[in-house]
């Protein structure tokens, strides 16, 4: 089994065959070099420190008394036979060699070790190569880890939070080996620390993302992060696991990339109530259009049959009326007069359901002078009845359809003549530009709203007076509020009870 050993070796072989060969000549020491030898020989096959030499291709040659002792196999077991067969990882182990072969120094390198037992031991090896006579020979130094110096206080706390993390934190060497795996890893991806550490990360490689590994890898060894990356991984059990990646490259101790160290959050439950929103979102959104289309539909339907409540009962007036006498003629005024009211809120509804189905944006401007000439001549009869005195200011094209733009303006001018102290209405409209939005203001001169209302009266059919103090439907402001939200804008009031109000309302550029 043995290999043959280069000339220097050869009689410290032959002096301890029985136990193992020590590295009886090296290193040469001063003064009687066959004394120096000797005791070199016996010091190191005793010495309490695992030492072995391998050939350059991985044979161990030459393993000291406690290097047997620290994995329990006896000489004829250990020494001759592979190095990879001790070892976990045996890409890992190869790429140890190369890279004594190539004549770098290995300093504390982890490795898992197969006792005899067929328990795992944990070690660090520190090893170099030398020349001799002319063969190449790896000389390793093993420390048992559990044996090593106890870890710093701040070693420990730092190992206390990566391993009650929910997160995955995973090491790995730079060909993608895992070096490291706490309990969030095991916990999002199933694989045990035993059963990733030494095996490659592509074991995660979910379908299709199997070519994402390699560019990761590489990015690292440029010296790159990968930040907050979404991607998708395979659990043990198969199921693909969305996660968000974040990967630093780690350096030693002389600033040299060794490797890589990965933070993966579990995101299947953050994309999974997104979803969960997108889908309540569209439902909602059709079952608000459903309903919008009900109201319009049936504000526009109950018309009819309320015509014909007014028509007949106007008729059945005129017929009978000396038959009726003063009570059912006053009974009748009253079925006419609710069917009146009705037909007016029908109307306002139906205008509130439109303006929340026909709100496409309008691919013209409206000039707001002109929108306002108009929807004051529709209020003539009213201005003059009460004598209200109208200004405005300069007035600009805003982005939003000419029959919306007049709504609002209906509407607000409408309640500043309705809701007037007993002198003449002053009514002022203005627009001025704050940044991105046309802020206009209806001013007057009116009763005032309380404060405790001005919320409350833009929501539907909500009035602050009787129909015979004030008549009206309620359904103006909640109209105008619709029409402005729907445009990116938003409406409000200010106002001194007794001496009036402002209406604000924005339409962005
Ligand atoms: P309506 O005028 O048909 O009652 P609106 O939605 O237009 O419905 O207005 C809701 C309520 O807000 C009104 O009933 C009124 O009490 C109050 N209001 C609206 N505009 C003014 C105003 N310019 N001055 C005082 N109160 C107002």
Redesign the pocket.
Known sequence: MQKPLSSSLQPALRQSRSTAAGPASRPSSPGNPQQAGRDLSGFAENVGVALSWLAEEGTILWANRAELELLGYSAEEYIGHHVTEFHLDGIAIRDLLCSLRKNEKVHRWTAQLRCKDGSIRAVTISANAFQDNGQLVLACVTLDLAEQEAPSEVHQRLAAIVESSDDAIISKDLNGIVRSWNRGAERIFGYTEEEMVGRHISTLAAPDHADEFPDILDRIRRGERVDHYETRRKAKDGTIVRVSLTVSPVRDATGRIVGASKVARDITERERQEQAVREANAALTQSNADLQQFAYSASHDLQEPLRMVATYSEMLRRRFDEKLGQSGDEYIGYIIQGALRMEQLLKDLRAYAQASIGAQESAEDADAAEILDQTLAGLDAAIEECGAVITHGELPRVRIHDFQLEQLFQ?LVA??I??RRSDPPRIHIAATRQGQVWQFSVQ?N????APQ?REQ??KIF????SSAE?P???????ICQRIVERRGGRIWVE?EPGRG?T?FFTIPM
């Open positions: 509407n309640n500043s309705r809701y007057d009116g009763i005032g709203i209302y009266i833009f909500k009035r602050l007076h004030y009206g439907t309620g359904m103006g402001l909640a106002s109000s209406f």
